[in-house]
């Protein structure tokens, strides 16, 4: 198996501040998402030290950084628009946990899996079968505030709990991709 990149190391390499982060993946195109995000961030950076890492694009990622500016927090929220193969990877592991946005694809949430962080993501169906809510990391009801507050303060303030998370995380992964593998030749022998 690989040797994945501690936060600390990934956060030197991608010019980050070795802070506890959170790493938010867009795209931030749904405006109650960014508003539950920054609200949820805020809630958390006026309790703990924190940096908060937004990679992807879309229309409501300045107004999210606007929020945390408003209130004082805006030198802890770092946007980062090209993050392709190794960028992204590097900033997934600098993550101590990643927020998905509520658009996110599936394929995304198994990356980020794969990569061994633990998930804090909107508790929608595809998303709770693979996540598990306290297996691979914490699902929240979309519009609670204080659910996504509370995932994000118990992940980055318990080590031991983030850890445990993002070894199960690793492994949801690669079942999940054995999964559909051995379903995709399945259907290839019946077709032939």
Same mark, same amino acid.
């Given at each position: ?54 990679? !992807? ?16 927090? !805006? ?15 590097? =900033? ?6 990643? @927020? ?5 694809a599936a394929s995304t949430l198994?990356? @980020? =899996? ?21 297996? +691979? /990391?914490?699902?929240?009801?979309? /519009? ?6 509370? +995932?994000?303060?118990? =992940? ?7 850890? /445990?998370?993002? /070894?199960r995380a690793r492994q949801v +992964?690669?079942?999940?991709? =054995? ?11 019946k077709r032939k």
């Amino acid at each position: 198996a690989q040797r994945l990149l501690t936060p600390m190391d990934a956060r030197s390499l991608v010019g980050l501040d070795d802070l506890p982060t959170i790493v938010a993946v867009g795209p931030f195109d749904d405006r109650a998402h960014a508003q539950q995000l920054a609200a949820a961030f805020i809630a958390v950076r006026q309790r703990c030290k924190a940096q908060l890492v937004l990679v !992807g694009t879309g229309v409501q990622r300045t107004n999210l950084m606007q929020s945390a500016s408003a209130t004082g927090f !805006g030198s802890d929220v770092h946007a980062v628009e090209d993050s392709c193969g190794d960028r992204w990877s590097n =900033l997934v592991a600098a993550a101590d946990l990643v @927020v998905l946005s509520s658009s996110a694809a599936a394929s995304t949430l198994l990356d @980020v =899996l794969a990569a061994g962080r633990p998930v804090v993501a909107p508790a929608d169906p595809d998303t709770v079968q693979l996540v598990v809510s306290g297996i +691979a /990391g914490l699902v929240y009801r979309p /519009g609670d505030v204080s659910g996504m507050e509370g +995932a994000l303060l118990r =992940l980055l303030t318990t080590a031991v709990l983030r850890r /445990g998370m993002g /070894g199960r995380a690793r492994q949801v +992964a690669r079942r999940h991709r =054995l999964e559909l593998s051995m379903r995709n030749q399945c259907d290839e022998g019946k077709r032939k």
